[in-house]
């Protein structure tokens, strides 16, 4: 059964690097999202993505942040000055239609 | 807007005994509605969904959850637990239409005693 895979499945960083998370979303899907789970909180939306754009996005999803189709199978999320905050376990996601296939996480730790 | 609550943060059951983990939900248009589970270290599976089809969704591994527009629920039920059901499970709302976001609970943990 096809799956949307992550990596890595840990990252640390220092505060201030950029990190760049990386997904492969299920092939023939054409949304793409990343959500993130800070530890003992909620599940939170940060962005859709549709046609090679931005289809939605939260408050959470300021500047410091981007996604990218960069080729046929990737999809990323890049955190440009990483903050103490940011850590969380971030979960990319795909569909089709309505329900959402998600991937196993990426947890960034930010020191 | 939505928002969804999940009423218990931990629920302990005895394997063989029913699972019920409740979730209501608030939203200004006809709700979508899923259950996702998280076993540890693994992503979130779909459960099932509601989508204003029947009232009473099945879903995988034994699972099935009824919407009750009157009382905005939508509780998860499973008839026997096994000790493969122990995880965290998410209680998730996507409403607001022409939006693809969704809006999870904060999750009630599983847990299956022998």
């Known amino acids: 059964e096809p799956e949307v895979t992550q990596t890595p499945s840990h990252q640390v960083t220092q505060m201030g690097q950029e990190v760049i998370l990386r997904c492969v979303p299920i092939s023939n899907h054409l949304y793409f999202y990343w959500y993130r789970q800070i530890l003992g909180q909620k599940v939170e939306f940060l962005v859709s993505?549709?046609?090679?754009?931005?289809?939605?996005k939260s408050e959470i999803f300021d500047d410091q942040f981007s996604v990218e189709r960069p080729d046929g199978s990737n999809f990323t999320l890049k955190i440009r000055s990483t903050k103490l905050e940011d850590s969380a376990m971030y979960f990319c996601?795909?569909?089709?239609?309505?329900?959402?296939?998600f991937g196993p996480g990426t947890r960034l730790t930010v020191t | 807007a939505q928002s969804v609550t999940q009423l218990d943060s931990h629920v302990s059951v005895s394997e063989g005994t029913p699972v019920l983990l409740r979730c209501n939900y608030s939203s200004s248009y006809s709700p979508s509605l899923f259950w996702y589970v998280q076993h540890p270290n693994k992503g979130l599976q779909l459960l099932l969904k509601?989508?204003?089809?029947?009232?009473l969704v099945k879903g995988i591994n034994g699972f099935e959850a009824e919407f009750k527009k009157s009382e905005t629920s939508f509780h998860l039920t499973k008839p026997s637990a096994h000790m493969s059901d122990a995880a965290e499970y998410f209680c998730v709302v996507r409403t607001d239409t022409g939006r693809r976001a969704l809006t999870f609970g904060s999750g009630t943990r599983l847990q299956v005693q022998p």
């Open positions: 996601a795909s569909s089709v239609q309505i329900e959402q296939y």
């Open positions: 509601y989508t204003s089809a029947a009232t």
């Open positions: 993505f549709y046609n090679n754009e931005i289809s939605e």
